[in-house]
């Protein structure tokens, strides 16, 4: 690619010129994890694939990155005014053969296909077992699922064996061959003469792709990778207690690892419905309970409503607006200790009657007259304020 036809490595990345070296590893692994020509058959993926390894390369290492910023793409091409290969600013090229040396490509395909394994991993054995990458889905619960448990069916699509050549790549009747060019390890070294110095570099084997192994007549089905892309559904059981947010893990329900790597897993995040009259806190439930004015006044007996059902409540004389009480017991379970449960909360609001009737209206004029500062010793109190 020559330096006229370039982008700019940063907009390559789509990130800022300031990015921070979190952001510069962001951006890199969700772009090659989309473009990687492993799972993105278009045409101009491998290209793109390409160009933004080659953005990362630089963009990931401080000093080169340093040297691009000063030099443009001049501090880091190893062609630039170099005699014999070597670059101006030292050091040996900063990519290697084939599709260069991605850096953490082994990091990237196990963590897209199946994490963990690592780079030195992959170098070291290309065919060490690596795990299957664990995937998300999520699921709606209403608020009484949430409190009191539940079993869903879930649905999500993972990465799996091929199941005509059984995750190995080849067609039937064939197998892979170890790589010639890297004699299965996976890396190619490279050298290049500075100064009457030579430098090595390990770069990704670019007949093997890393993985140390060739596929001469690959599976039809899969197209050599060995895995598909397959939806899938599986029944879940949500403890009671889950909270709105929360994430489940289901072991083993991700997707399929390398080389007998074992599964992912499946994290399932869970959304809850708001409920029309309760709000939850941690594992306790809130409600406003209107009564109306005499009730307030005379006290009563009242029903309120729980996540349990209805329950008695005796509603002393006097109540004012704003007074809560506490039902013990009846708030939500707790997830790691079912018996035990939080408490539910009543605020109780007196209701102003309104579309009175003249009958009513004149009822109401004779209690208000009737009434004496001792009934309303808060009104007192306000006014004995300004008085003084």
């Known amino acids: 690619m020559a330096n006229e036809n370039k982008r700019d490595y940063y907009e390559v990345l789509g990130v800022a010129k ?58 880091v091409d190893p062609s630039f005014n170099a005699g014999a290969g070597g670059s101006p600013f030292g050091g040996g090229s900063p990519f290697g053969g084939g599709f260069g040396d991605f850096g953490d490509l082994g990091d990237l395909f196990g963590s897209f296909f199946g994490g963990g394994g690592g780079r030195s991993a992959r170098r070291s054995n290309p065919n060490a077992p690596v795990r299957g990458e664990d995937i998300s889905a999520s699921v709606d619960l209403t608020f009484e699922e949430a409190v009191f448990g539940t079993e869903k069916e879930v649905g999500a699509s993972r990465i799996e064996n091929c199941d005509q050549c059984h995750g190995t790549g080849a067609a039937a009747g064939n197998s892979a061959e170890t790589c010639l060019r890297c004699h299965g390890t996976g890396t190619v070294r490279t050298q290049q003469n500075f100064m009457g110095m030579v430098m090595q570099s390990d770069s990704v084997c670019p007949d093997c792709h ?26 879940v059981h949500f403890p009671a207690g889950i909270d709105d947010g929360q994430t489940l893990r289901v072991r083993g329900e991700g997707c399929d690892g390398f080389n007998n790597g074992g599964r992912g897993d499946l994290l399932v995040t869970v959304r809850v419905r708001k409920h ?9 439930l809130y409600c406003e309970m209107p009564i109306t004015f005499a009730q307030a006044a005379l006290g009563a007996e009242v029903e309120v409503p729980t996540i349990d059902g209805k329950v008695r409540y005796s509603i002393a004389e006097g109540t004012q607006t704003g007074t809560t009480f506490r039902l013990r017991g009846k708030g939500v379970p707790y997830v790691n200790d079912t018996k035990k449960r939080g408490d539910q909360f009543v605020t109780v609001v007196v209701e102003t009657p309104t579309r009175l009737t003249r009958e009513q209206k004149e009822l109401l004029r004779q209690f208000d007259q009737s009434a004496e500062e001792s009934n309303q010793p808060k009104k007192k109190r306000f006014f004995d304020f300004f008085k003084k």
């Open 18 to 75: 300031d990015a921070s070296d979190a952001d510069i590893k962001r951006a890199y692994r969700k772009l090659a994890a989309q473009y990687h020509p492993d799972v993105n058959h278009d045409p101009g993926a491998e290209d793109k694939f390409k160009e933004i390894n080659e953005a990362n390369e630089v963009l990931s290492d401080p000093e080169k990155r340093k040297r691009y910023d000063q030099f443009g793409f001049a501090g």
């Open 210 to 235: 890393g993985s140390g192994k060739v596929i001469k007549n690959p599976c039809p089905r899969c197209k050599g990778k060995g895995k598909v892309r397959r939806a899938f559904k599986t029944r």
């Open 276 to 284: 029309p009259i309760l709000t939850r806190q941690g594992q306790d």
